[in-house]
């Protein structure tokens, strides 16, 4: 139980309704995470992401026992039993505890007349173990539309993208370049008993072998590294900053790339961080003044240049544009539930304006890293061959690096269960006139 009397199980019943009606885990998690008692925080942390991890494979579970969905006003004593069968499907919790524990939250809910039915369908689980799944969807744990989308556009990947999604992300670092060497940091976190290792793409990067509280990492408060997923590092390397450059971070927000910009080369001439959510810039201000770094911060929408722009031309643009973020489910599984298939289309068209509206304010001679967190070609390879079909000036750059799947257009990481995540970078120029 939690100070307000709440069992765990109910609050994490109350997180995945909200994810139902389309609230993120990152929007409903904190409070609830606020109403509990510091030592029931990494438990209830656990019980959200694992459920929605393996919602789809448990929902199939429990459709199945179940001889007729509960009714509407009924529907959080079905999240909870999800989150019971979580923890008897993947958790080492006992048996008995969960099946007690979840009857009770089941009362908490004002549900009573309930309880009967979920202490039934939790001892025939218990009893009968996990039924066979009746098909991928529940199998891999991924709403049909993705695994099927998945199959299509990756006909020899997308049973080992899935697997990956389905994984613990391990946590990994980007050290600030202004403040330490990767070596040296390295010592530090040995000398802090945290095992860790160098990435082996990104330059700064270190993964530790099992995450770690931020205020454990020596000298985190004070700016010396950021915790950023490899594959989210490499899109700014590609920038090929120089000093004197004035650099626009187009979606900016919460400003892991922006922080990477300004720590990976001295002497930019400005970097602006643009972003149109006022709820997320804060974050950006955040993140620079930790790591004691200056940017401009201007909130508006990228696309509509005359509301924002100086006409001052931008040497590089990073455009790390709004997408499906079907190459991170693995750190945000509420994806699975959140994401339709009907986002696709128009997020590929507001991708689409974002990248004409950026090519207008980039300088002659200047470059652009075109960059996603998606795995599907819509969102990224065929994005940028539309661009390329209606931008005669655009000159393609194809990177010179050890990593990722060569698309013609630019150059795709999956996400790979060790070590980073799914993304995708096309790197344009325009030519001098
Ligand atoms: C993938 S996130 C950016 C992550 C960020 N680059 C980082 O590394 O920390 C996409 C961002 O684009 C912003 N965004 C979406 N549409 C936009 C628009 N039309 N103009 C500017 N920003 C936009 C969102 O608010 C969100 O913060």
């Known amino acids: 139980m939690n100070g307000q009397g709440q069992p765990l199980r109910a609050i994490a019943a109350r997180v995945l309704q909200s994810i139902e009606n389309g609230q993120s885990l990152s929007q409903c998690l904190p409070p609830a995470l606020n109403d509990v008692a510091d030592n029931e925080r990494p438990q209830l942390q656990a019980l959200c992401y694992g459920t929605c991890r393996w919602f789809h494979r448990l929902d199939a579970e429990l459709q199945a026992r179940l001889k007729k969905p509960l009714r509407k006003p009924d529907r959080m004593v079905h999240h909870l039993m999800l989150v019971a069968l979580f923890q008897l499907r993947f958790s080492q919790q006992a048996t008995y505890a969960v099946l007690n524990e979840t009857v009770e939250a089941c ?22 173990g996990e039924p066979a799944l009746p098909d991928d969807s529940a199998r891999y744990s991924h709403p049909h539309w993705m695994l099927e989308k998945l199959r299509h556009n990756w006909p020899d990947d997308w049973q080992a993208i899935l697997d990956a999604n389905n994984a613990q992300a391990p946590m990994t670092l980007r050290v600030n370049a202004l403040r330490f060497s990767r ?33 454990r ?32 971070d187009a979606c900016a927000a919460p400003g892991g790339k922006t922080c990477a910009i300004l720590e990976s080369c001295g002497g930019l001439s400005e970097v602006v961080a643009l972003d149109e959510s006022a709820d ?23 696309a ?16 790390d544009v709004p997408c499906s973020a079907t190459g991170v489910i693995r750190r945000h599984p509420d994806i699975k539930l959140l994401r339709r298939e009907s986002d696709i289309v128009p997020l590929a068209s507001i991708q689409l304006g974002l990248l004409e509206a950026m090519w207008q304010v980039l300088a002659p001679g200047g470059r652009l890293v075109y960059a996603t967190c998606s795995v599907f070609p819509q969102e990224n390879h065929r994005i940028i061959r539309r661009f390329l079909k209606q931008q005669s000036d655009a000159a393609l750059i194809q990177p010179n690096v050890p990593w990722g799947r060569d698309m013609e257009t630019g150059r795709q990481m999956l996400p790979a269960p060790e070590s980073h995540d799914g993304f995708f970078y096309a790197v344009l120029e325009k030519p001098e006139p």
Do not use: C
């Open 304 to 319: 509509d240049i005359e509301q924002w722009w100086d006409q001052q031309p931008f040497d590089r643009i990073l455009l």
């Open 280 to 302: 997320r810039l804060p974050r950006v201000q955040e993140n620079l003044e930790r790591l004691d770094l200056v940017a401009t911060l201007k909130q508006a929408d990228a």
């Open 183 to 215: 070596d040296d940091y390295l010592q530090h976190l040995a000398d802090a008993g945290i095992e860790a290792s160098a990435t082996r793409f990104a330059p700064h990067g270190i993964q530790l072998a099992s995450p770690a509280p931020v205020d």
């Open 107 to 128: 009362r908490t809910l004002d549900k009573p007349h309930l309880t009967g039915l979920v202490n039934g369908v939790l001892r025939a689980a218990e009893r009968e």
């Open 217 to 248: 990492l020596p000298w985190f408060a004070d700016g010396a590294v950021s915790v950023q997923d490899e594959a989210a590092q490499l899109s700014t390397t590609l920038m090929d900053l120089a000093p004197g450059q004035r650099v626009l």
